[in-house]
C-alpha cells in the first residue's frame, strides 16, 4: 500500500490505525481552512442544543412573533426573555460569529446547555475593520482581531453575552495573554432599543496586526486587501521563504506545539 498523505505528522494516541490517524489529520486540515466557519447570513439567538435561531431580517420585528415560523419565534421569544441589562456587548471578528464555533466554546464545558442564551446580532460599526492577528490558534487557523480605522466600517456581528458565557469567552481567547478585551465605542443605529447605546468592546491582539483583512466579514472603505485563510497562510509561508504546501504548514504547526511557537514568534515581525 502507498504511503499515507503526511503519514510522517505525529498520530494521535487513541488512533488505532494509520487510516484512521489519517482520517483525523484530514478533519482538522479541513476544521483550520473553514475559519472563520459558516455563520447565518442574518441575526441569529444561539440557543446551545438547539443551535442558531434566526431573527427576523428586519430589526422592528424582533419583539413581535406575529407571522413567523416556528423557529425564528424560537429566537424572539429568546430574546425577549434575554436579560440585557447585565449583559455585555463583544464584537464577533471572525469565528465567534459561528454557531459551529460557539458549540466548540460553550456546549462542551456547560452542563446545562439548554440554558444557554446569546443574540448574535449584525450591526454596522464605524471606524473599525477585522483584520488577520499576528498569531496561530492551537488548530491552525490565522485568527482574527478587531482593528480601529478612520473613514471605514465593518458589518459585524455582536454577540451579547451575560456574566458567565463572556467568563467563558475571555478563557477560550486567552484573555491578558493573547487578546485584550478593549471598550470600542457604542452601538448606534441597530434599530433594536434594548442594544441601542450599548458600549460594545472588542478582542485586540496583543502582538498586533497584519495588513489584511477577513473577506468573510463586509468592510466599506477600507484599504486592507481581504483574503481568506488559505490565502492568508500562503502569504506567510512565502514571507517565511519556505518550501512547503498550505496542507503541510498546517498541519506541522496542529501536530507539533513547539514548531507553532517558534513560528508564533517570527508572526510578531513577519513583512507580508
Request: net charge negative; hydrophobic share 40%; with cysteine.
Amino acid at each position: 500500500m502507498a504511503p499515507l498523505p503526511f503519514a510522517d505528522i505525529a498520530v494521535d494516541a487513541d488512533a488505532a490505525a494509520q487510516e484512521e490517524a489519517h482520517e483525523i489529520r484530514m478533519r482538522r486540515l479541513a476544521f483550520a481552512l473553514a475559519y472563520p466557519f459558516a455563520h447565518p447570513y442574518r441575526s441569529y439567538v444561539y440557543l446551545g442544543d438547539f443551535g442558531a435561531a434566526p431573527l427576523p431580517e428586519d430589526p422592528a420585528d424582533w419583539s413581535s412573533p406575529e407571522g413567523a415560523p416556528d423557529h425564528v419565534k424560537r429566537g424572539i421569544d429568546a430574546l425577549a426573555r434575554f436579560d440585557f441589562s447585565s449583559a455585555t456587548a463583544v464584537l464577533a471578528a471572525g469565528s465567534n460569529a459561528a454557531p459551529l464555533q460557539l458549540t466548540r466554546k460553550y456546549t462542551i464545558h456547560e452542563d446545562h446547555v439548554g440554558s444557554i442564551v446569546i443574540p448574535c446580532l449584525c450591526v454596522r460599526v464605524p471606524n473599525h475593520v477585522a483584520c488577520y492577528g499576528r498569531q496561530m490558534a492551537p488548530y491552525g487557523s490565522i485568527p482574527t482581531m478587531i482593528v480601529r480605522q478612520e473613514s471605514a466600517s465593518s458589518l459585524f456581528y455582536v454577540n451579547i453575552l451575560d456574566p458567565h458565557m463572556l467568563e467563558r469567552l475571555n478563557h477560550t481567547e486567552g484573555l491578558g495573554t493573547h487578546y485584550g478585551l478593549t471598550e470600542l465605542g457604542h452601538i448606534e443605529g441597530s434599530g433594536f432599543s434594548p442594544i441601542e447605546g450599548m458600549p460594545v468592546h472588542g478582542y485586540q491582539g496583543l502582538a498586533g496586526h497584519f495588513p489584511y483583512r477577513l473577506s468573510s466579514t463586509p468592510a466599506f472603505d477600507s484599504p486592507f486587501p481581504a483574503l481568506d485563510q488559505r490565502q492568508i497562510q500562503d502569504r506567510i509561508i512565502t514571507a517565511l521563504g519556505l518550501d512547503i504546501s498550505v496542507e503541510r504548514f498546517i498541519l506541522q504547526n496542529i501536530y507539533e506545539p513547539e514548531h507553532r511557537a517558534q513560528i508564533i514568534e517570527k508572526l510578531r515581525d513577519l513583512k507580508i
